[in-house]
């Protein structure tokens, strides 16, 4: 394995096997742990479609402390999306910083204290992150050169991903994720082997020993003995295949905690029919030792054990809860609550499949699933009420009844729901209406391989959570609909064509953040003043929704019922009409006037950033314009004016902020590139040069709008 100090900054990764890139990519997260002295860490990878994050491999990390993917959205679930998207790392100091950033993930990994999230950057973009945890006892906060590596370690295995991506080899047949381990400290010898196996005898009582994955890798005769079984049926076999008793009442969960939490845990249980045993758990990051003792002195009191009884409520199932309701607090859009029901609730309740659906007039539209028949609707994503197909009936039964309906086998379904026909594979389901303010809006099926019974208290806890996802929904289907209005206002408000002008090249790009964000409020516009006169506008809104469009809409009017005058005059008449209105939100604009008989540029901006002006090539300068206050806010401010030279072949940028500002990098810095970017333009078509200025914002963090004007140059009148 290569040490951390020889990981150098400049290495290169050649053509890469899948084979080859993951050990690469393994050795790495391996590395990574190590020189960090954390207690844990994953690493996840971009995947083709740049929008979701996969799990890659991990080391020493409790089961459900990390998803196995992660989507690019906004608010982040997790470091590591903030750090591909922003591509810097980012570092949590506290538990209580991360429980106040990434609230979810400080509910599936409690013991931990600290973390960190390093960016895989590529030539250009992240390409995926490195993710570490400290506890309590083993944080210390990461040293100049310690970070210096990792993000040197990050730049390395970033060009591995790309080089595998370009070869498709991690596009294609993606294994799941790897559970690493880490090098011992101490490999012991055959003959140490042997007599730690002696010594494990020779006590009075049963030991086993399990990996991360709950799986019995050692046990001695005597807990097989107490186990009712022997050492070679037993080796092997998980936890749960070996003692199923244990998955009675609450045990299961208490085991679960334990080796989560990593905490020492005595569990008093009883191994049908009467045997009763004392079980302690000691967990660490490698696995878990069992001790096995034999109770007889406690059989009088057998009948006050736990036994195989109705289930109590179940600390592991209340923790997912509280999980997939900060996850649902989360979301947004109908699309993201489906993904996050969809993720979350088969695992927790053991469904084999689930299938999520709006009810839209006498159609009912699936909206979300997982393990689904993909047959289930041929060709749509809808299907009539009265259709036989799937659980549309029972569905139909369960929105006319409003109450939940819990099935356990196809004879109950059609003794409830006549003419019943199952077609999904399901012989169990758990049909849950989704109620909000009365109504009900849609319905989500739970569907199991397997007849079953549904306890009382697993009945409660899903009628809870389809309550938790109804209001959840409801407010997701607001905000689709204000999202789609906003960007539908926004988008018949910005000028599908440029006008023509003989004299100028005009070109112009605008690029929402991503398509999960809301509408921006990011506007231009150029307009035909006389014969020898052209303003050009582009301008902000405070926000992003349908507030911000509708007054974007009210600044473009102002700005071209106003226009004509010198552009003092035109931002100052916009202002006095914005501030009059009153919207509670403010705009920064630039109004410029470009005078094609006497090759003059006036500009005014009411504290948005200045237009870049190229005159020679080669020779390029952001324009000295004092910034004026925001429109809407005083309506007795002045916005002054400069005026420049435009001679012909000049090139002039307007861009909005979301170019120049990016996380972690000074503004300064981002404005000097697009400077050199329009300086060195040569290009006589200023699309191309659009298409250029537009990549300097990648990663793209927010809306950008971009404005560019060409002198072809005219003749002097």
């Not at 259709?387 to 409003?402: A, C, D, P």
């Not at 004026?628 to 004016?641: E, F, K, N, R, V």
Request: one cysteine or more; aromatic letters at 6%.
């Amino acid at each position: 394995m290569v040490r951390p100090e020889s990981w150098p900054d400049g290495r290169d990764a050649p053509g890469l096997s899948p084979k080859d890139a993951f050990e690469e990519l393994d050795d790495g997260l391996l590395q990574a742990v190590q020189e960090a002295a954390a207690a844990a860490g994953a690493l996840y990878v971009l995947a083709p479609d740049r929008w979701t994050l996969y799990l890659h491999a991990q080391i020493d990390l409790p089961t459900g402390a990390v998803p196995h993917r992660s989507r690019l959205v906004r608010p982040s679930p997790m470091p590591v999306t903030d750090a591909v998207k922003n591509g810097c790392a980012v570092e949590l100091d506290s538990s209580e910083e991360l429980a106040s950033r990434y609230p979810r993930m400080a509910l599936t990994a409690p013991q931990y204290c600290a973390a960190a999230a390093i960016p895989l950057m590529g030539d250009e973009t992240a390409q995926g992150a490195i993710l570490l945890f400290w506890g309590p006892e083993d944080y210390e906060r990461l040293t100049a050169g310690q970070r210096d590596r990792l993000e040197a370690a990050g730049r390395r295995l970033g060009r591995i991903v790309e080089k595998a991506a370009d070869a498709d080899a991690t596009s294609t047949a993606r294994p799941r994720p790897r559970n690493l381990q880490r090098s011992p400290l101490h490999a012991p010898t055959h003959d140490e082997n042997l007599a730690a196996a002696a010594l494990a005898e020779r006590l009075p009582d049963g030991f086993v020993c399990l990996d991360r994955d709950d799986r019995i890798t050692f046990l001695n005769q005597k807990a097989a003995k107490f186990l009712d079984s022997s050492v070679s049926e037993l080796l092997g076999a998980t936890l749960w295949a070996a003692m199923p008793w244990l998955r009675t009442a609450h045990l299961e969960d208490e085991v679960r905690v334990a080796t989560t939490s990593r905490k020492p845990t005595a569990l008093l249980v009883r191994r049908p029919p009467d045997v009763l045993l004392r079980i302690q758990l000691y967990p660490d990051a490698g696995g878990t030792t069992m001790r096995v003792e034999l109770c007889d002195e406690l059989l009088s009191t057998r009948s006050s054990l736990p036994g195989p009884v109705e289930m109590s409520p179940r600390t592991g199932r209340m923790h997912q809860m509280l999980y997939l309701a900060t996850a649902l607090a989360e979301a947004r859009g109908v699309r993201d609550i489906a993904d996050q029901v969809c993720c979350q609730i088969a695992p927790v309740f053991e469904a084999d499949s689930v299938a999520f659906f709006l009810a839209e007039g006498e159609r009912l539209r699936l909206i979300g699933g997982t393990g689904l028949d993909p047959n289930m609707f041929g060709d749509s994503d809808t299907t009539a009420l009265s259709s036989t197909g799937f659980s549309s009936r029972l569905i139909t039964h369960v929105l006319l009844s409003v109450r939940p309906h819990f099935i356990s086998s196809p004879e109950e379904a059609r003794r409830i729901a006549p003419g019943f026909i199952s077609s999904s594979g399901s012989n169990a389901w758990a049909v849950l209406p989704l109620l909000a303010s009365g109504t009900v809006i849609g319905s989500c099926v739970l569907g199991y391989e397997h007849p079953r019974t549904f306890p009382g208290n697993e009945r409660a806890a899903l009628v809870s959570l389809a309550g938790l996802v109804a209001h959840a929904l409801d407010r997701a289907r607001q905000y689709d609909l204000e999202h789609t209005l906003a960007r539908s206002l926004q988008e018949s408000l910005l000028p599908h064509t440029l006008p023509h002008v003989a004299e100028l090249d005009l070109a112009a790009r605008y690029l929402p953040a991503t398509r999960e964000m809301d509408a921006g409020g990011d506007f231009y516009d150029v307009l035909l003043l006389d014969d020898g006169t052209v303003g050009a506008v582009i301008g902000d809104v405070q926000g992003h929704n349908v507030a911000a469009a509708v007054l974007m809409g009210q600044v473009r009017t102002a700005v071209h019922a106003t226009a004509g005058p010198r552009p003092s005059e035109v931002l100052t008449r916009t202002n006095k009409v914005i501030t009059d209105l009153d919207p509670g939100l403010f705009v920064s604009c630039v109004y410029a006037q470009i005078d094609l008989h006497k090759q003059l540029l006036s500009v005014a901006s009411a504290g948005h950033p200045p237009p870049i002006l190229q005159t020679l090539p080669g020779n390029a300068e952001v324009l000295d314009v004092p910034p004026g206050l925001l429109l809407g806010i005083d309506a007795a401010a002045d916005y002054p004016a400069v005026t420049v030279p435009f001679p012909p072949e000049s090139v002039l940028g307007f861009y909005t902020d979301g170019l120049v500002e990016k996380p972690g990098v000074d503004i300064a810095e981002s404005t000097a590139a697009l400077v050199s970017c329009i300086a060195a333009a040569e290009y006589s078509d200023v699309d191309h040069l659009a298409d250029v200025v537009v990549q300097l914002a990648s990663p793209q963090t927010d809306d950008i709008a971009v404005l560019l004007m060409r002198s072809k140059g005219w003749p002097m009148l």
